[in-house]
């Protein structure tokens, strides 16, 4: 019993294991050709008519001066009535998506209701600030027109001035990431500095928070306002959302090798590495610089900045949609200028860190009745 003869057919024991290690085998072969098969579907989400998405959209950033010094004839003056702390900013955006019409998964009409639209500022000089967003529980329908977005206000008070309705995209932010052909796992691909601002969810944020009335318009973060060095590409302001969104990324994103679980459902990772290096300096941009003397000479004021930003993406495989995105980073800035009056000399230095954190959340939604 149990032995076979020569030549004879497997026992029933022998034919059970011999059963379990072809599927064993055939289950792992289902696997991969899960994975491989991504290359050949094309990597990217389907948004079919009736859709609906609810979207979280969190960012958090802090700075903190890590180093503040001015020397008046090489000698160290009292820093502390000029302030120098830290601050901390907070958004919160919360909208639904509808897809109204597409074709073959491609959106062509879509609705975006803002939900919750929330953020604050605080610092050490002024406390905490709380921001204003004309779109909070407005409704918007965009349409694609001839490569063009058109967007409209079909529900709440039309915003005053349009670049509150400029910039807005059919889609979520984080399908910037997709790649435009099939990839295989372990692929990268580069992503352009536009997509990049998108991905970060900058693009809109200056006409989406405003500054309490009475402070002035625009968006305030640390540096938007009437004064300060302008940024790379002319933008105004030394605040790190200025920064994010001006500068030259060199950004690449990877398909993931292995997949993961996220409720219930297998997903593909992407992850992506953001990074730049950024030299800044008054004098390039034409800065307006006032003197009280003629005779009063100073060296520009000149910024070095140096961003790292990690990230990744689950996209389900069985709803063919992304489901979570989480960011975090730092921005580390140097800033140096040099005063000369007859015989003074003033020189400041100044070095900060500013932390940088987003996740983005995406669930389904049922129509409500």
Not at 106 to 122: H, I, M, Q
Not at 147 to 166: A, I, R, S, Y
Not at 329 to 351: A, Y
Request: with cysteine; net charge negative.
């Amino acid at each position: 019993m149990g032995s076979k003869e020569a030549g004879g057919s497997p026992d029933r024991a022998e034919f059970a294991t011999l059963l379990a290690m072809f599927k064993t085998i055939a289950s792992c072969a289902v696997s991969i050709l899960v994975i491989a098969g991504t290359a050949e579907l094309e990597l990217s989400p389907h948004y079919e008519p009736g859709l609906i998405l609810r979207v979280e959209s969190r960012i958090s950033m802090a700075t903190e001066t890590t180093s503040f010094e001015i020397l008046r004839n090489g000698e160290a003056m009292d820093t502390e009535s000029f302030g120098g702390g830290g601050d901390e900013e907070e958004r919160t955006v919360v909208t639904l998506e509808r897809v109204i019409e597409s074709a073959d998964g491609v959106p062509s009409k879509w609705r975006r209701e803002f939900e919750t639209v929330e953020g604050s500022r605080t610092s050490e000089r002024r406390g905490e600030e709380l921001f204003s967003c004309p779109l909070d529980g407005a409704i918007l329908e965009l349409r694609s027109e001839e490569g063009e977005v058109e967007v409209e206000v079909v529900d709440g008070d039309e915003p005053e001035g349009d670049d509150v309705l400029e910039g807005h995209q059919l889609g979520l932010s984080c399908d910037v990431l997709f790649p435009e052909e099939g990839v295989d796992p372990g692929q990268s691909w580069e992503l352009n500095s536009d997509d990049v601002a998108r991905l970060l969810g900058l693009g809109l944020n200056r006409a989406m928070f405003q500054r309490p009335e009475g402070e002035g318009g625009g968006e305030r973060s640390g540096g938007e306002g009437r004064r300060g060095p302008r940024s790379p590409r002319g933008a105004r302001g030394g605040g790190i959302v200025t920064l994010l969104r001006a500068v030259e990324w060199d950004a690449t994103a990877t398909l993931a090798e292995e997949e993961e679980e996220r409720a219930g459902e297998t997903c593909l990772r992407i992850d992506f590495v953001l990074e730049a290096e950024e030299e800044v300096s008054e004098s390039d941009f034409g800065g307006r610089r006032e003197r009280m003397f003629e005779l009063e000479s100073r060296s520009p004021l000149d910024s070095t900045f140096e961003i790292e930003i990690k990230g990744f993406l689950l996209f389900s495989l069985e709803s063919n949609l992304p489901v979570l995105m989480e960011i975090e980073g730092t921005v580390g800035s140097e800033t140096n200028s040099l005063r000369e009056r007859g015989d003074m000399t003033i020189e400041m230095n100044r070095e900060q860190v500013s932390h940088f954190e987003r996740s983005l959340k995406i669930s389904r939604e049922e129509e409500s009745d």
